[in-house]
């Protein structure tokens, strides 16, 4: 007894310091008239993720209490069948407050107008998996009026090159873009243009994939970027619509319409977007060629661009059950991007400090992408978690390009010497045929089973022309250096198997991939490549979770890069008559070799990855021919390039009002090339910061406030160099009758500027340049949902093409 009791004693004192500790939270829940809502279910949630902490029923007079509850911060959200679900502000609970109240939270029926914004939890800006980082859009205020590229541009470890129209992720090229899981094939222009004109109120969520699984084509070392477009979550006939209006250098418009109607059997969904956007460039170029007997030349040209763009895309699909395990999908979908700009390129060549001649150049120029595409897509479950789903697509892309010059040459005091017209015409048809065949089986509770075979045919044609016009009046005649018309038809088979396996609190999954390629390139009569190849892909995960809170993961993957189309078959981009952009038919297959490793707890998440790169391809390399002073840029393999890669995320809130995002990356690249026959090794740290700031106001009014800065880094030969952007927006929820509206503000430091330096003094070659964005824009946006609030979403699928569209792309 006497051992018993101090020891109780103890034991109590301890349990009444815990106590003291935590907190007692109680609340109310009311329906619209202040009438007690009984038993409503009320939840408690962590808000640094919104996982679930406790969850209770409010008793018959509405009132609800969480007992013990630790120091932190929480929503608390109350539901009931026939009201819309309310969440409360966001609610701090320190140490020893012994006892909170929670202001009353007012659900309203699903049949009365809501005449007040309501509060709702948002999701964490960044959320991760093992194979891949998830960016949510839905709702970031600063995001307003902004383009699906412009969204791209401020993800963590993106970086868009608007120069040579390519996307670097993680300090790599070679992305795969994706739409809703359908990859695209577009060359990289057209896949920027048809970014450009993505309107991004339509887009929910953007997933940066670093190591795709088996199920995913091979293609892109990189990885992917898959963009998800927003779908209703209702039954009947649903959706939303919106209204754009801006301005920056120019005018910016933009219209959509999402649509969702769903009966007992069938469900029919589509939507439409209008963008119009008047903007301006600034591109500069500048080369330096030292020979070796001292003497140097100098180019320097100045592009003044002011280019329109007018984009509508579309989407309608269409889901029947054939029966309780039978679902067919059919889905259509097209854009036209059209793009046409006018351009003052002045310039001057200059010989040891002394300028020659100059350069005046006015263009014009159009370019204006066509797209439809078709699928066909078949679902059978056998039996619960037993399905097989067949798909079948057809992509048909078109571009036409024509440009047109007047080329005026002056010497050094400003004096006409000649003047010529110059024009080029490039007509591009590509089109895909992609079946594919996927099984899944869930063999018992522990493991999983995937397998698929997938066929894809393809075939792109080329026809580039180019030809001047010495005097006014005179004959057109055709330049042969540059014309020609090219041929690619390319064939790819695969198959693919995949393992998963759950023990305790451990899974593993193993896959393996096998693709065939047979790729023919013909320029005219001559066969410019001919390769048939088959290679192995595998991936290995692992995943530890101890508890919902951490995780821990390792993966393992083996990625191709192939040459795009565009990079391959030639084409011609004039900068100046001596500088311009051309393919490369010489440009083999690149392979990769990656392992990651990463931890998280809760919404924290901390990624560490190796990769090394055999033939990595290199976009908008330089080749000078110093004897006609001529620069060409084009892709170029490398020799190698290693790559360790680092990645941190993580959630803050500073007070219940105020939310903080932030993502911190940093890489080490070690390259290892040659130019001109000589060995070129380059080294560099580099890094990102982006921070997003959201700050909750009364009377429903929110603000959010994005930063985003990158340090310099290596693209190819190019060193960029440091980068920072300010975004801004405000918003005001008027609830579901009148809508949203949302102020946004983009570039407001006007620092939307890109410069690349090539430096090889070993070489004689130092080259600058440089990319200057539109000025500061203010867009304002309004928005607002309709119809039926009890609709049963339309299918998640994908379509047979999700790997395929990427290509065309590069």
Not at 339 to 356: C, I, K, R, S
Not at 430 to 453: C, H, P, S, W
Not at 741 to 761: E, H, K, Q
Request: proline share 4%; glycine share 8%.
């Amino acid at each position: 007894m006497k051992t018993i009791l101090p020891g109780g004693l103890f034991l109590l004192c301890f349990s009444l310091q815990l106590t003291a500790q935590t907190t007692r939270l109680t609340g109310r829940a009311l329906d619209e008239t202040g009438q007690s809502l009984a038993l409503a279910t009320v939840a408690l949630l962590d808000a640094a993720d919104s996982s679930l902490v406790a969850g209770r029923y409010c008793d018959a007079d509405g009132n609800y209490t969480f007992e013990a509850v630790a120091p932190g911060r929480y929503w608390v959200q109350v539901s009931l069948l026939g009201y819309q679900a309310a969440n409360s502000p966001a609610i701090l609970v320190e140490a020893g407050s012994g006892r909170q109240t929670v202001p009353d939270i007012r659900l309203f029926s699903t049949t009365t107008t809501l005449g007040t914004a309501e509060i709702k939890a948002s999701k964490p800006l960044f959320e991760a998996q093992l194979d891949r980082l998830t960016v949510n859009i839905a709702g970031k205020i600063s995001a307003t009026g902004l383009s699906a590229l412009d969204l791209l541009q401020r993800c963590p470890g993106v970086v868009v090159n608007r120069q040579n129209n390519t996307l670097n992720l993680a300090g790599k090229q070679g992305v795969v873009v994706m739409i809703n899981g359908k990859a695209s094939r577009l060359p990289p222009n057209a896949v920027i243009a048809m970014l450009s004109g993505m309107n991004a109120s339509n887009i929910e969520k953007i997933e940066l994939i670093t190591t795709p699984p088996s199920g995913f084509d091979a293609e892109g070392d990189a990885g992917f970027i898959n963009i998800v477009l927003k779908k209703n979550i209702d039954e009947g006939l649903n959706g939303s619509y919106n209204l754009l209006a801006g301005y920056g250098y120019g005018e910016k418009l933009g219209a959509g319409i999402i649509f969702n109607y769903r009966a007992s059997r069938w469900n029919l969904f589509g939507d439409y977007n209008f963008s119009h956007d008047r903007h301006w460039q600034e591109f500069r170029n500048y080369r330096l060629i030292r020979q070796p007997d001292g003497s140097e030349t100098e180019n320097k040209v100045s592009s003044i661009r002011k280019p329109i763009d007018d984009n509508h895309t579309a989407r309608l699909g269409l889901d029947v059950d054939l029966g309780k395990k039978t679902v067919l999908g059919v889905l259509a979908s097209g854009y036209q991007t059209l793009w046409q700009m006018d351009a003052q390129n002045t310039g001057f060549t200059a010989q040891n400090g002394n300028v020659e001649t100059r350069l005046f150049m006015p263009n014009v120029e159009t370019n204006r992408w066509r797209h439809l595409m078709g699928n066909l897509n078949l679902q059978h479950t056998f039996r619960s978690e037993e399905t097989l789903t067949a798909d079948f697509d057809y992509l048909w892309y078109r571009d036409h390009n024509p440009t047109d010059y007047i080329v005026e040459n002056r010497d050094a005091a400003g004096s006409v010497l000649s003047t010529e017209a110059l024009r080029s015409r490039k007509e591009t048809p590509i089109r895909f045929q992609v079946g594919k065949l996927d099984y899944a089986r869930q063999i018992n509770k522990n493991l999983r089973m995937e397998t698929g075979i997938k066929a894809t045919f393809s075939q792109f044609n080329n026809d580039v022309s180019v030809e001047n016009q010495l005097t006014p009046g005179g004959d057109w005649m055709v330049l042969p250096d540059y014309t020609n018309r090219y041929r690619l038809r390319e064939d790819i088979s695969a198959a693919y198997g995949s393992l998963r396996y759950d023990f305790g609190n451990n899974s593993l999954q193993a896959g393996l991939r096998y693709e065939y390629t047979n790729s023919v390139l013909t320029g005219g009569e001559e066969t410019l490549v001919d390769r048939h190849y088959g290679n192995l892909f595998p991936t290995l995960f692992y995943g530890y979770d101890p508890n919902e809170k951490h995780h821990f993961g390792l993966a393992y993957k083996r990625r191709i890069t192939r040459p795009t189309f565009n990079d391959l078959a030639p084409f011609v981009i004039f900068l100046d008559p001596n500088t311009y952009l051309s393919g490369n038919a010489a440009l083999q297959p690149a392979f990769t070799d990656g392992i990651k490793a990463e931890y998280r707890y809760k919404s924290y998440l901390l990624s560490l990855e190796y990769s090394r790169d055999d033939n990595p391809i290199a976009n908008f390399q330089p080749t000078i021919d110093p004897d006609q002073n001529r620069q060409t840029f084009i892709a170029a393999n490398m020799k190698s390039r290693d790559n360790v890669g680092m990645s941190f995320t993580a959630p803050f809130h500073p007070t219940p009002w105020w939310e903080i995002q932030s993502n911190l990356t940093g890489s080490w690249q070690n390259i290892q090339t040659t130019y001109e026959g000589r060995p070129v090794r380059l080294q560099q740290l580099s890094g990102s910061a982006y921070i997003g700031q959201t700050f909750h106001l009364p009377r429903q009014f929110n603000i959010d406030l994005s930063t985003l800065y990158y340090t310099p880094g290596y693209f190819g030969l190019s060193e960029f160099q440091h980068y920072f952007l300010l975004d801004a927006g405000i918003q005001k929820d008027l609830g579901r009758s009148w809508g949203n509206f949302r102020l946004a503000f983009s570039n407001i430091l006007n620092t939307n500027y890109y410069r690349g330096v090539i430096d090889l003094p070993d070489n004689g070659l130092y080259s600058t340049f440089d990319i200057i964005l539109e000025p500061p824009a203010v867009r304002l946006s309004w928005s607002r949902q309709f119809g039926s609030e009890k609709v049963k979403t339309a299918r998640q699928r994908e379509a047979g093409s999700e790997d395929e569209r990427r290509r065309v792309k590069g």
